[in-house]
Structure formats: structure tokens, C-alpha cells
């Protein structure tokens, strides 16, 4: 698939050390200088991501925040602003309500100073935007404030996709929709070793039909965690709270941003950090989106894991091991209620023991590689509709497995830095539905859109794709990226997942007549070619477009062939964000 992508990269915070020592010599020189230092960010430990820029939450004042935190039982459903036109304006009020707090107590203005970050093993702090920018180059008490937010909206046009499927025949053609979403947050530090934060989301769509809807949930909390430690002062750091998890490029774990809806969990995680090494321990529910509700976690679903990097053992390269665990009991699929309510994921104890290595920026010149591979044990309880009696509703031994491989060349000193690269990726199918086995690897919570294309047609179950990419800068502000992706199924005996992770059709052979179980056919699915363009308009505004085509295979065609017929699948879109 070819993807035109544009990278912006924004500044970056200091360390929580510095921030700590910077604040107090600016409170004593303040005293008896009239020019006291510049402002400087906040900073929270976390993974790393490649994706688009982080939003921001809503805001309260400090004394609201502490206040309404932790408290169990209360119900959250008043966050909702039901009584407010538009959450916007409520999340506004509080924003007004902190700055004029902290105005109150500060005195002359300092020099602007551009942020920077913190240390190579934890994640951007506060974001890039109008608010954060302005307050912290004007006004010293800003200096351990973050506060901000993200708007993002996104007009899309679709053939042959969604519920169609590629179908000639298979109903709506032709989809358009527009996709708003908000976020807006508030984090503090009142000592260098604490953090409190909150972020609230507004996702809204128009023109966009399903029913449930996943692209829409108006007014909700995203997250709200403390954090507790400074790994300059002490190695250990917990996060206590609703929050994001990412690791590694998101393949297994990730905070799905392309969606209108990203992913969060509540969770509990503590991280040991020095130079060079550190290790997280996590447990977590995943949070599970009902629209006009407070959104729930699945109590009945447990995701944990241990999760370490380190660029020590090989100078070059970044080495990451992981274990991660999903343990989810037979109330999770009806935990909200029976359909038509959300529901949650299925029972199964599956178990993920992977590696990933990855080279790091310009130690090789201008050549980059990135491998990972992971495989998983446990159990999987069969649920499917139409299932063979031999494991209907049986619990089927867990095994499976997943490989990924790339690299690639960037001719840093010409003009654009080009870069050209191949990948090959793998992942296991199941080869027999009937024998007791499960074969089928589990994605568990991943990003897909950012492996798999712009046309989120594909996951990492039962395939195989060859990708070649190429990327180029031809201005400072611009990037374009192509990809193109050959695909083929890794198993005929198992069916052509979705990008969720869902079958396409049951267990059962169609000849013809739809998706299924259909050994010999072609396990040739198709190719899909994407173009990405991103322009950063300024620091904390860019617009983004991309154009995507997916021409149908063998076994697609196959699939369809007794009941109209196939046609290739088309999107494009036009992006535009901005970090307030």
C-alpha cells in the first residue's frame, strides 16, 4: 500500500529534576530580579508512540480535581454535562477558572522558552499548543501546569467497504461521513515527584450510519491518573488510573488514534527506570465505549503484563521482551447487558511471550531494520455461530504465532532524505477448525491502522503481506509516503479476519455464496496501494490527506463469485488537527 505521511516534530520538556530545580530558583529570584527564567513543561513517564500528536483533556481547578478523583461509588455520570449545549463550553469555564487561579498568584512575566523533553525513556509531556505555549513563556506559575487540548476532524469517502465488503451487489456503495473529535485536559505538578492528570473527549460523527456506533461518544472521561515518582530521583514510578498503554509500534498494544474513539484502560502500572534500561509492570481493564453513558471497564477482562527495554545489550539497536497475559471470564461478553448494548471480548486465557528489536536512529548510517516476533499459549473458548459440535463452546488449546521483519534505506543528505524499505509480516491460522486446537493468533489491543493500511481492511490473524514502502520530504514541513501491500491468507482452512479481529462469514464452507471456511481456494486476498500527505501548517496545526485502493484477489473473488460478483474498494480523506 503506498501511504503519503507527514511527520511534524513538535519541542520537546525537561526533565521533572530540572523543572523542580528551574521553579524554586525562579520563586528566589523573583524576589530580587526582575527577570526570573522561563517556563518549562510537566512531565508523566510513559511508552513512546510514532502516532500523530497527543490531545489534551478538559480542565478543573486543582481543588475540584483532588476532590472528585478517587472517589468510589460516585456516579460519573454527571461528567456528561448533560445540561450544557456543548461540553466545549463547559470544559472552557474550567480552563478560565485555573488560569485566573494561577494568574492571581504570579508575578512579572518571564522570557519565553521554548519546551524540550524530559529523558529518552519516558513520553512528551505537555503538548504542543496555543494554551500551553503561551501561558508558560508569560507566566512562571504555568511552568508545572499543562493545559490544553485537541481538536481533529476528519471528512471520509468510501466504496466498497464497511458492510459491503467489496460485494458488487452487497447493498450501499458509496459511504461519506465527517468525524469531530475533541479532547481537552488539565495536568499539575506540585511536586516534583507527583502528577495528577485529566483528559476528557468529545467524539462526534455525521452521515455516519451503524448502529451501534463506534465513532461516537459525546462528553466522556479519556483519562485521569496520578503519578507517583521521578526516575531522577528515585527509580521507581507508579501510574494509578484511567489511562492509555502503548509499546513497541503498537502491534499488540496501542492506543488506536486513527479511530474517532482511542483506547484506554483502567489500570495500575509501576515502571523501574535508569539510563539505558527500564522495565513496566501492568494490570489493567479495558475500557469498554457505551455513547451516552459514562464509560465502563470490563471487569470481567484482565490484561497484564510485564513489558522491558533496553538499548545496553547491543549499542546500536533498542532490544524490547515482553510477557503479556488476557484473562477474560464468561461474563465479559454481556458485562454492559445483552445485545443490542456493547459488548465485551469473548473467554479466553491467552498467554504472549515475544521479542521485539529495532535499530536505533543513524547508528547504521543510513540503513534501519525492525524485527518482532511473539508467540501465545492458553486457551480459547469457541463461541462462533455454527461452530462443529466437536468444539462448540469448548475451551481449545491456544496455539499460535506472529513474526514481523523490515528494513530499509534513508539517503540522509539529499535533498528530501527519500527512504525506501520492505517488510514481511506473518501470522498463524488455524489449520483445522475441528481438532481442539487454536491456531489463530490473538491481536489483543493493537493499532492496526498504522500496520495495516490506510483502508483498515486487514489485522494480525491468518495472513501474510509483503509491503513496500518509500517516504520522501520535499520541504521542511512536508512529508509524503507510499506503501504497497501484497496479501495473502497464512491458512485457507481459517477464515479472512477484519481489522478488529472478527471472521468474515462462519465456519462453514459457502462455495461461492459468501465469506467462510473454503480450503481451496486461492489464498491470494488481494493488494492495496495508499498515499499520505501531511503539511505542518505551524507547530501545533497540520492537515493531512491520503487516497487508498485495494484490488481484489483470487480468494476474494472466489468468495463472492455466486452472488454478484466483486468490486475493488476505494478511500480518501482529508484530515485536519490542531493542538490548542
Not at 524576589?31 to 527564567?37: A, E, L, T, W, Y
Not at 488476557?326 to 486465557?349: I, K, L, V
Request: aromatic fraction near 12%; include cysteine.
Amino acid at each position: 500500500m503506498i501511504t503519503l505521511k507527514v511527520q511534524f516534530i513538535a519541542g520537546q520538556g525537561k526533565s521533572v529534576s530540572e523543572i523542580c530545580q528551574r521553579l524554586e530558583g525562579a520563586r528566589e529570584e523573583r524576589d530580587s530580579s526582575p527577570q526570573p527564567s522561563g517556563g518549562v513543561k510537566n512531565s508523566r513517564a510513559d511508552e513512546k508512540t510514532a502516532s500523530s500528536p497527543q490531545p489534551s483533556p478538559p480542565e478543573e481547578e486543582r481543588e475540584k480535581i483532588s476532590q472528585t478523583r478517587f472517589k468510589e461509588g460516585r456516579k460519573l455520570n454527571d461528567l456528561k454535562f448533560k445540561n450544557v449545549p456543548h461540553p466545549l463550553l463547559a470544559a472552557s469555564i474550567m480552563v478560565y477558572a485555573a488560569v485566573n487561579r494561577v494568574l492571581a498568584a504570579d508575578g512579572e512575566p518571564p522570557h519565553s522558552e521554548s519546551a524540550q523533553t524530559k529523558s529518552q525513556l519516558t513520553a512528551p509531556d505537555a503538548q504542543p499548543g496555543l494554551a500551553n505555549d503561551w501561558l508558560r513563556g508569560q507566566f512562571n506559575s504555568f511552568s508545572n501546569w499543562d493545559l490544553g487540548g485537541q481538536f481533529r476532524a476528519r471528512y471520509e469517502h468510501a466504496e466498497y467497504l464497511g458492510t459491503v465488503d467489496f460485494s458488487a451487489t452487497g447493498g450501499h456503495s458509496s459511504d461519506n461521513r465527517m468525524l469531530l473529535r475533541t479532547f481537552v485536559h488539565v495536568g499539575y505538578d506540585p511536586a516534583p515527584w507527583l502528577n495528577f492528570y485529566a483528559e476528557g473527549r468529545d467524539s462526534r460523527g455525521f452521515w455516519d450510519e451503524p448502529n451501534p456506533n463506534p465513532d461516537l461518544d459525546m462528553a466522556d472521561l479519556h483519562q485521569a491518573f496520578v503519578q507517583i515518582g521521578n526516575p531522577e530521583i528515585f527509580p521507581l514510578i507508579a501510574k494509578i488510573g484511567r489511562q492509555e498503554l502503548s509499546y513497541g509500534d503498537e502491534r499488540l498494544i496501542g492506543i488506536s488514534d486513527w479511530t474517532n474513539v482511542r483506547r484506554t484502560f483502567d489500570a495500575a502500572k509501576l515502571r523501574y527506570e535508569v539510563e539505558g534500561l527500564w522495565v513496566d509492570a501492568f494490570v489493567s481493564h479495558p475500557v469498554v465505549v457505551w455513547n451516552d453513558r459514562f464509560n465502563e471497564s470490563d471487569g470481567e477482562d484482565w490484561f497484564s503484563g510485564i513489558y522491558a527495554s533496553t538499548t545496553k545489550l547491543i549499542p546500536w539497536q533498542e532490544s524490547k521482551f515482553y510477557f503479556l497475559a488476557r484473562n477474560t471470564g464468561t461474563g465479559s461478553p454481556e458485562f454492559y447487558g445483552p445485545p443490542p448494548d456493547p459488548q465485551g471480548a469473548t473467554p479466553r486465557d491467552i498467554y504472549t511471550v515475544g521479542v521485539h528489536f529495532k535499530s536505533l536512529p543513524g547508528k547504521l548510517g543510513g540503513w534501519d531494520y525492525n524485527l518482532e516476533a511473539a508467540g501465545q499459549f492458553g486457551r480459547f473458548k469457541e463461541t462462533t455461530a455454527g461452530a462443529p459440535t466437536s468444539v462448540a463452546g469448548k475451551n481449545l488449546v491456544q496455539q499460535a504465532y506472529a513474526a514481523v521483519a523490515s528494513g530499509g534505506y534513508t539517503w540522509t543528505h539529499a535533498h528530501g532524505k527519500p527512504r525506501v524499505g520492505l517488510e514481511y509480516l506473518y501470522s498463524s491460522g488455524d489449520s483445522n477448525p475441528t481438532d481442539g486446537k487454536h491456531e489463530t493468533f490473538d491481536n489483543l489491543f493493537p493499532t492496526n491502522h498504522r500496520q495495516f493500511g490506510l483502508m483498515d481492511i486487514f489485522s494480525w490473524q491468518n495472513d501474510q503481506i509483503l509491503r513496500f514502502m518509500g517516504s520522501v520530504q520535499p520541504l521542511e514541513s512536508l512529508t509524503v509516503v507510499a506503501d504497497y501491500r501484497l496479501v495473502w491468507l497464512a491458512d485457507t482452512h481459517d477464515s479472512f479476519y477484519n481489522n478488529k479481529g472478527a471472521r468474515r462469514g462462519g465456519l462453514a464452507a459457502t462455495d461461492g455464496t459468501g465469506y467462510g471456511i473454503n480450503p481451496n481456494f486461492s489464498s491470494y486476498v488481494g493488494s492495496e496501494i495508499d498515499l499520505v500527505a501531511t503539511y505542518a501548517i505551524r507547530r501545533d496545526t497540520s492537515l493531512q490527506a491520503g487516497v487508498g485502493h485495494f484490488f481484489v484477489g483470487d480468494y476474494v473473488k472466489s468468495s463472492l463469485a455466486g452472488i454478484g460478483g466483486t468490486r475493488d474498494a476505494t478511500f480518501a480523506y482529508l484530515q485536519f488537527t490542531f493542538n490548542f
